[in-house]
């Protein structure tokens, strides 16, 4: 449980949000011509890094806006985040 | 050799103020090279070199555990054991599990206090009803143990819970697995590991591992925090930091590790001799030999690694419990922890070989792999043994997130997630 800086409403409870998984994974520009294996590490497989990991988030129970966050997962540190669409910030 | 558990080793033993018991196991050093080494010393790892040496007669081989053996998850989960799963696979795999714990205090010479007094599931509104007596068929024509009951037979079974129809999600029926049960978490863990070791199993604890290293496709050794280990053969049994250690050798999981929190009361007399689950209000519940509740409360929905988790998951379990069980409304919480869990898509777990030659993963098993550590143990080992998987773990394997061959347990699966 901790506090999460939502970029357009400010400061709020964990609670209020919804985690959304893993950031920055393109949807495959031409799905018909994927193969069974890229479609299972689209779709399936997930980094699930212990340490700094960049995450999508959503304000579900707020101004239902999805944003970007980076956080470390070894202590739920936040350390950035950035709205849909910005570039990431480099490490 | 081992010293035999029994009456007359305990009146022995007694006489001399138990100051005299055997060693369970040894602590060794790890050797420069093993035929084969399980990283992780859970109850899944330690039931796997057990299976290995005994069945396989693999006895050089090694266990690394970065902690002490039984201290994640293994330790820290509500010890509930059923087989109730809906597909074929999911039933021939948790039901082999539960036969293996029937004979299993007898095989291992240490009691691990499995208790058959039965795992209920409830069922809330109409769906859930559908839902479970789908899943009581399915049990049955699988030769699982399953019975549908009434409202009146779930207050009979167990008085205790509130079956009034006034409540916010009032009891609509329910199934019941009497094979079903809990065990005691660390004897199973200290039973493997006592029966691992008497077959010449290295238990190594305070080894983490480091890096995995690899010759091409295939594996030379681990990299561990004391020293390099070469052997072929790796089986990671590593739970929530699957992942991890996939990340050394260059794999990706179809895994998202997350807390599930449990929490006990302050112990009192016997008050619930059996296994409530309910899935849709997220409440379950049994009772320790201690006389403690022991509550399984939900994960939260964030990747993290922190072996805790927030606040309002425990308030949620707890607000369902107190509806369900108005008697334990001044009940005082004497504990909470979290472990991390290794969740997969489908809610199934993976015991499979990998691109990698000689690299195993048993992972996957989420919310619930507690009641399969005898079964996971046997079959991760024959995976390990013949480089090809049993019959029964053969669907569980990591080319099913390839071809969709899914085995769909959310609905088993007691955790929502």
């Not at chain 1, 893993?22 to 949807?27: G, M, N, S, T, Y």
């Not at chain 2, 989960?77 to 059923?82: E, F, G, P, S, V």
């Not at chain 2, 295939?218 to 590593?238: D, R, W």
Request: glycine content about 10%.
């Amino acid at each position: 449980m901790f506090l999460i800086n939502c970029p357009y409403c400010g400061e709020r409870d964990q609670q209020e949000f919804k985690a959304g998984g893993e950031a920055h994974i393109e949807r495959p520009k031409q799905p018909t011509e994927l193969s069974d294996d890229e479609w299972a590490e689209y779709l399936f497989m997930r980094k699930n890094i212990k340490g700094v990991q960049f995450e999508r988030w959503n304000h579900a129970h707020g101004c239902r806006k999805w944003f970007n966050m980076v956080r470390d997962t070894s202590n739920d540190e936040i350390k950035a985040i950035y709205k849909m669409g910005e570039k990431p910030p480099s490490q | 050799m081992r010293n035999k558990y029994s009456v007359f080793s305990l009146i022995k033993n007694a006489l001399s103020y138990h100051e005299n018991w055997q060693r369970a196991w040894k602590d060794p050093a790890p050797k420069k090279e093993y035929d084969a080494v399980i990283v992780g010393g859970g109850g899944h790892g330690l039931a796997t070199a057990y299976y290995l040496a005994k069945k396989h007669n693999m006895n050089n081989i090694a266990v690394v555990e970065k902690g002490w053996i039984g201290g994640g998850n293994t330790g820290r989960n509500t010890t509930i054991i059923r087989s109730n799963y809906l597909w074929d696979a999911s039933a021939g795999l948790y039901d082999h599990a539960l036969k293996i714990w029937e004979g299993l205090s007898q095989e291992l010479n240490y009691n691990v206090m499995f208790s058959q007094r039965g795992v209920m599931n409830l069922a809330h509104n109409l769906q859930d009803v559908r839902d479970l007596k789908r899943r009581t068929h399915a049990n049955r024509l699988n030769g699982i143990d399953a019975v549908y009951l009434s409202t009146e037979e779930v207050k009979k079974f167990c008085p205790i819970i509130n079956t009034s129809p006034d409540i916010r999600y009032p009891v609509l029926g329910g199934t019941l697995q009497r094979r079903a049960g809990t065990a005691r978490h660390d004897a199973v863990a200290w039973g493997y590991a006592r029966g691992a070791d008497a077959m010449g199993v290295d238990i190594i604890q305070n080894c983490e591992v480091k890096g995995v290293k690899r010759n091409g496709d295939s594996v030379e050794g681990i990299e561990t925090t004391k020293g390099f280990i070469k052997t072929k053969k790796v089986g990671v049994v590593a739970a929530g930091h699957s992942s991890v250690i996939a990340n050394m050798a260059g794999l990706r999981l179809p895994l998202e590790s997350k807390p599930l929190q449990a929490l006990v009361s302050e112990p009192v007399k016997p008050i619930i001799d059996t296994v409530v689950m309910s899935n849709a209000v997220h409440a379950y519940v049994s009772q320790s030999d201690k006389g403690e509740l022991v509550i399984g409360a939900g994960t939260d929905d964030y990747v993290s690694y922190t072996q805790k988790g927030s606040h309002q998951i425990v308030e949620g379990t707890l607000n369902a419990i107190l509806e369900l069980y108005p008697i334990f409304s001044r009940m005082r919480m004497l504990r909470q922890w979290g472990g991390i869990v290794d969740i997969c898509p489908d809610a199934s777990p993976i015991l499979s070989k990998t691109s990698i030659k000689g690299l195993y993963f048993n992972c996957g098993w989420g919310t619930g792999g507690f009641k399969a550590t005898p079964g996971s143990g046997d079959l991760f080992a024959h995976t390990i043994a013949n480089d090809e998987p049993h019959k029964l773990n053969a669907a569980f394997n990591l080319n099913r997130f390839v071809s969709g061959d899914l085995v769909d347990e959310h609905g088993a699966a007691a955790v929502a997630h």
